[in-house]
């Protein structure tokens, strides 16, 4: 295969790997994960673009006198409910590349 040829070849493989991706982060955007904290008093649902669709908190875990702890716990539910939806893409990412890494996607 001439080297023309070759790089003709490439281009195409990767324009249709970026639009694989592109249907596949679509897909995902759609998809949610749930999280929790505190034992189930704090539940967030987070969907693929890491955007928190919702927060319950139990009302046994508001204290007034203990802000600090409801704070620590939305944070804890959040931050678990965004790592399960990176972790989510980067499984897709491999399933998609191979198991390449690619800088730049979702932590590869």
């Given amino acids: 295969m001439s080297g023309k ?3 003709g070849s490439l ?3 990767a324009q249709e790997l970026q639009e694989r991706m592109a249907k596949m982060q679509e897909e995902a955007a759609e998809k949610t994960v749930e999280a929790t904290a505190g034992g189930g008093m704090v539940t967030v649902i987070v969907n693929g673009r890491q955007e928190v669709l ?3 908190i ?3 875990v508001v204290n007034p006198d203990d ?3 409801l704070q620590d ?3 804890a539910a959040v ?3 965004i790592r399960k939806t990176q972790e989510a893409m980067s499984e897709q990412m491999k399933g998609m590349t191979g198991g390449m890494k690619i800088p730049g996607l979702f932590g590869g």
């Fill in 5 to 7: 040829k070759m790089f």
């Fill in 11 to 13: 281009m195409k493989q």
């Fill in 54 to 56: 919702s927060v319950k």
């Fill in 58 to 60: 139990d009302p046994e």
């Fill in 67 to 69: 802000i600090d702890m």
């Fill in 73 to 75: 716990l939305v944070m």
């Fill in 79 to 81: 931050n678990d409910g």
